[in-house]
């Protein structure tokens, strides 16, 4: 039997099915909520005049905004990178995204998306094989 256009496509389909798509979402957002925590902490008096003028955010008050959002800045990059907690940290992300999204720059949408979309997928499939959150898991259903 020789190779056929069938066989190349589902070993090309293959080849993509391996691609750690997982660790470079965790990465990308990583990256992007770790600047952002520096450029705050940078200059903390311009931060918390932008939570104040700019950033109006509804129902909580300017200074427990920037708190929570550096707080959440901070912390979630470290643990995607160790996938540890991966579900849950792009949850709290993507809630912190989509007011950002509805409430501060609308007009950022074709960014604020994409991290949508990695977030979405980490939720749903989670941080892969390179993640303690799967350390973890196969540790817990380990046989005794």
Known sequence: MGTTPVTVAWSI???FRRIPYWLTARVALAQVF???AQSH???WDTTMYLFAESFKVP???PDLAAYMAVALE???PPLLITGLATRFVALALFGMT???EIFVF???WPTHIQ???MQLMLMGSGGGYLAIDTAVAHWFKRPE
Do not use: F, Q, R
């Open 74 to 76: 901070l912390v979630a």
């Open 115 to 117: 991290w949508a979309a």
């Open 98 to 100: 989509m007011v950002i």
């Open 34 to 36: 770790w600047s952002s």
């Open 13 to 15: 389909v293959g080849t």
């Open 41 to 43: 902490l940078a200059n």
């Open 59 to 61: 129902l909580l008050p």
């Open 106 to 108: 609308p007009e950022a």
